[in-house]
């Protein structure tokens, strides 16, 4: 009765283990890539739907995108969601209606875990008669939450 194994049993238990070992790593590898781009695609999905409703002049829409607890980076601090709001209306909008037309481009998404990530890129207010085109880049870092993913913070500029 043999009470060891031989090499070659040793050798085809190595190879079976890290033929498992190697699927379940390109699995997991697998979905987490789709994760995170069904992640990116959401989020800049909500990104250009809210440039949309800025656009048709509903800032309650656009500032949907923000989470409850939202800050903003301005040159004296931080701001919360009130005071974007203000600066939106008393800035960017006249009579309800945005002085510009919003929009968005060259995006890039990071995941930070699983329930944040990080989105940078550059907004776009575009000319018109009244106004000559602004741009600027924009850091947002997202949340998210039961409602989708919601701006937590806002550096733009």
């Keep these: 009765m043999k009470e060891s194994l031989d ?4 050798n085809y238990m190595h190879r079976y283990f890290s ?21 990116e695609k959401q989020v800049i999905q909500s990104m250009n739907e809210a440039a949309d409703k ?8 656009y500032m949907a995108l923000y989470d409850t607890s939202a800050t903003m980076m301005l ?11 203000e600066l939106y209306e008393k800035y960017y909008f006249e009579n309800g209606k945005p002085k510009q037309m919003l929009g968005y ?5 990071t995941p930070l875990g699983k329930e944040y990530a ?15 085109e602004r741009t600027g880049t924009f850091s947002l ?3 998210h939450t039961a409602n989708g993913w919601k701006i937590l913070h806002d550096h733009s500029g």
């Design 54 to 61: 800025w656009n048709n002049g509903d800032l309650d829409g």
């Design 118 to 132: 990080l989105l940078t890129g550059r907004f776009i207010l575009k000319a018109n008669e009244k106004m000559k």
């Design 105 to 109: 481009d060259t995006y890039e998404f």
């Design 75 to 85: 040159p004296k601090g931080r701001t919360k969601i009130n005071g974007m709001r």
């Design 7 to 10: 090499l070659k049993q040793i």
């Design 19 to 39: 033929l498992i070992m190697f699927i379940a790593l390109t699995l997991a590898t697998i979905t987490l890539r789709a994760q995170q781009g069904s992640d």
């Design 141 to 143: 870092v997202f949340v």
